[in-house]
């Protein structure tokens, strides 16, 4: 057997794929749906799909054929059937994503692994003295801390120097955004340096905002910025992903956040072009050297079984009137109507205007609460989890010397905000549990300073 054929995600013979099951016909009715995802713990108001996500009965049994496959006959699975199934769900990401090439899509674990791999490249240009000590990587200051931690391990240790955009929230437009991030590039290049890297969110975690990314991406390209990495960690199923339209040089995007893909799995795609063989898996195995997308697809002996369930994935979104598109615009519409309920209900207010918002939402809590810092609202969050079985992030907004704020109905400054999510398996009692659970907190008077232990 030649060494191509050995190679898992090889994309020379882009016509193998792995056996499917016959796709179900017919639309899914709400009673598929509760079906579908009965696994789920009942009794919990589950709005936070954005952290962890959610997969379908069918999905998990198409994954669990997988496993089974493997368990059966490894060197069957390894030699027949391991990279045809990834490259049918690297294909298949392909084309959602409008990317030129199947080669430009490989499949990592997650966000976090697709920027050890940008950050480890960019660290390679400081080390091997490409890069002039104390150029920069410009970033927004809520990224994750995985992508802050990557920053400190792999750039800032040889020499790179880090700027961090303050994201402005509440936010009102895009022109906010985009003339802060100026900012930002204007101080990445102070003192002669260049900026090696941007890193733009397509929406942010905490808080929850979508991004002008194309904007972002084009005022990079018109200020000579190097690279530019996209974290998309929560795009894919929440919005339209067009790569070539955005223009990064990388983009990353889970598939078990918005996408029913069970965990763990992400796309990483790494635009062509002539520098592609210095992009690595941070992960070294026997295909090291044979492209990202072949390193990505053998990483030793593990459980690929989520990597190979895309097909599937889309079996069961297309069972959706819209597919994809429509349960975007759908999870859209009613986290906004969610949003905008609480809101009224509290006297707040949302985070950002509903063309800034996904399928998550952030809304404002009552003043009354008195959240005071991470540690009130990581506190106030457990509460609502033991006492309500309400499943949702607390974010607590510290404010800088000079700041405003936004004020609530009863006049007291707004310190704190929970981000709701809204996918196919929530019901409005979800967020009407949410909505009294803090409506009999605030008239009960129990604040975070008073509030009991959990």
């Known amino acids: 057997m030649e060494a191509d ?9 882009h016509n193998h794929r792995a056996p499917k099951k016959p796709r179900l016909a017919g639309l899914i009715t709400e009673s598929d749906i509760q079906s579908e995802f009965a696994h789920h713990q009942t009794g919990i108001a589950r709005i936070n799909n954005g952290s962890f996500g959610c997969c379908p009965g069918s999905v998990l049994e198409a994954q669990r054929e997988w496993q089974l496959r493997y368990l059966r006959q490894p060197d069957d699975f390894y030699f027949n059937g391991l990279r045809r199934g990834l490259l049918a769900s690297r294909t298949v990401i392909s084309d ?51 992508v802050k931690k990557s920053i400190q391990a792999y ?6 120097s880090t700027v961090e955009v303050r994201l402005p929230f509440p936010v009102n437009s895009n022109e906010e955004i985009i003339s802060v991030f100026r900012e930002g590039l204007e101080k990445g290049r102070a003192n002669g340096r260049t900026i090696r890297l941007a890193i733009i969110d397509h929406i942010t975690s905490m808080p929850c905002v979508l991004m002008p990314v194309r904007e972002l991406v084009k005022i ?22 067009d790569v070539k339209e955005i223009g990064a ?9 918005w996408f029913f893909c069970p ?29 990202l997308p072949i390193e990505s697809a053998w990483i030793g002996t593990r459980d690929y079984s989520s990597q190979l369930v895309v097909p599937s994935v889309m079996d069961f979104v297309n069972r959706f009137e819209g597919g994809i598109e429509g349960i975007m615009i759908r999870n859209h519409d009613e986290a906004v109507r969610m949003g905008l309920m609480l809101a009224n209900s509290w006297g707040t207010n949302l985070g950002s205007p509903p063309d800034m918002c996904v399928g998550m939402v952030m809304i404002g809590l009552p003043s009354k609460l008195c959240v005071e810092s991470d540690e009130d609202a990581t506190k106030l969050r457990s509460y609502l989890r033991v006492h309500y079985s309400v499943e949702v992030p ?24 929970v981000r709701i999510s809204h996918q196919v398996y929530n019901k ?25 232990s959990v």
Do not use: W
């Open 5 to 13: 054929e050995r190679r898992n995600g090889d994309s020379t013979n």
């Open 96 to 146: 959602l994503i409008n990317a030129d090439h199947v080669d430009e899509v490989s499949l990592v674990d997650n966000a976090t692994t697709a920027a050890a791999i940008v950050l480890q490249k960019v660290g390679r240009g400081f080390s091997q003295g490409k890069y002039k000590k104390e150029d920069t990587v410009v970033m927004f200051h809520c990224a994750f801390q995985s």
């Open 155 to 160: 750039v800032s240790r040889v020499g790179g």
């Open 220 to 241: 990079c390209r018109e200020e000579g910025v190097e690279q530019v990495f996209v974290d998309a960690a929560h795009a894919i199923g929440s919005v339209k992903v």
């Open 249 to 257: 040089d990388y983009y990353v995007s889970n598939l078990h956040k």
């Open 263 to 291: 965990p763990s799995i992400a796309f990483f795609y790494c635009k062509k072009r002539s520098s592609d063989s210095d992009v690595h898996h941070p992960v070294v195995s026997h295909e090291f050297g044979n492209g």
């Open 394 to 417: 607390v974010y607590f907004l510290g404010l800088r010397d000079g700041e405003e704020g936004v004020k609530d109905k009863e006049s007291g400054l707004i310190t704190a905000y």
């Open 428 to 452: 409005t009692e979800d967020y009407e549990r949410l909505r009294d659970a803090i409506t009999e907190l605030v008239k009960d008077q129990i604040t975070c300073q008073n509030l009991p």
